[in-house]
């Protein structure tokens, strides 16, 4: 697992690192029972803050994630994929309801909004093959 880190991407440090290990979990580049990085090793590689990096475990913990033995780490706990992806598309829904919503107050049309989100996509899809 690769974690990068931008300072300038205007989202908090932890929460960076939080959405990519969630990322992570959802591609299964992170399977049931994976042991995360040490935090204090973590937040060496990426140096930053210890706190930061304790941040986002705990958030993941939370969340549902990760499971944290005292004394062993951090664990990927096993996931009910079917209702993690029900999740994401119910965000995915309500983003998309956004962007009509706006779409909509500058009376774009559904062919300009279509362009858009393909020429996203497409845009999206060229970076990914750029690595």
Do not use: H
Request: with cysteine; aromatic share 4%; net charge negative.
């Amino acid at each position: 697992m690769n974690i990068i880190i931008s300072n300038t991407a205007g989202v908090p440090i932890y929460e960076q690192i939080k959405e990519q290990i969630k990322s992570a979990i959802f591609s299964g580049e992170l399977a049931d029972g994976d042991l995360l990085p040490s935090i204090r090793s973590l937040a060496k590689d990426l140096n930053i803050s210890v706190i930061t990096t304790m941040r986002a475990y705990n958030d993941l913990e939370q969340e549902g994630f990760v499971v944290n033995v005292q004394g062993k780490g951090c664990y990927v706990k096993p996931q009910n994929t079917e209702l993690l992806r029900e999740q994401k598309l119910r965000e995915i829904e309500q983003n998309l309801q956004s962007a009509i919503d706006i779409s909509r107050q500058i009376k774009l049309t559904g062919a300009e909004l279509s362009g858009m989100l393909k020429l996203l996509l497409e845009e999206g899809d060229n970076n990914d093959n750029s690595d």
